[in-house]
């Protein structure tokens, strides 16, 4: 894209973050975070015990993988860094908060069976205790999605690729691996993390940044 106003670039997504986030906080000020989780766990259907558990790791990391690979192919150096970068500060970012801040905060499952009240757990689906604030998922997916769109122009697909991050956030509610506030702090510090990233790399005017990785032989040569 001509323009370097993010905004103006991929507002599709920012409208799609800007929805999730705000319902996700209103039920939560709403119900609490306790009774929120407990009534998001009430329903449940084959279909998405088994969806959602598939779809919110390969959402993520095997899609980053993807994503990598189809830039490296596609795209040029500035897109490989808005999801590199953005990623490996992100991601210390959060193993430090996580670590240091809300060590002692547990996961939903863990935190309601010492509680004594039971949840729905999909079969075979390992428990973790630890570390849920904030959701390393959801900001994963946060920054995929918006490195996706970066690459498109046009705006219903970037609706539909800005999807993919709520959609990542409710499978971490839907499985009991995090709460909802879990997956909006998740979400935060990937959306500004990647914000920052993006204009400061867009600001260094580097010509190498905005060529192809991988130079392609065109069908003449």
Known sequence: M???????????????FFCYNFIA?????YFGRDDFHLIVNQFHTPFLDTFFKF???YGTTGFLFVLITYIAYKSNWITLGYALITEGIASLINTLVKKTYFKHVHR???YFNQKHIDLYLIEGDRLQIPYTF??????????????????????????????????????????SKHFAIDTIGGAMLGFFTFILVYYILNNLNKDFLYKPIIKRKNAAG
């Open 108 to 110: 939903p499952s863990y």
């Open 25 to 29: 906080l209103a039920m939560t000020q």
């Open 55 to 57: 779809y919110t790791d």
């Open 134 to 175: 904030p959701s390393g998922h959801t900001l994963l997916a946060v920054i995929i999605a918006m490195t996706l769109c970066t690459m498109i122009k046009n705006r219903v697909l970037q609706f539909i690729i800005a999807l993919h991050f709520p959609l990542i956030a409710f499978s971490r509610i839907y499985l």
């Open 2 to 16: 001509n323009s370097k106003d993010l905004i103006q670039n991929i507002w599709p997504f920012f409208i799609v």
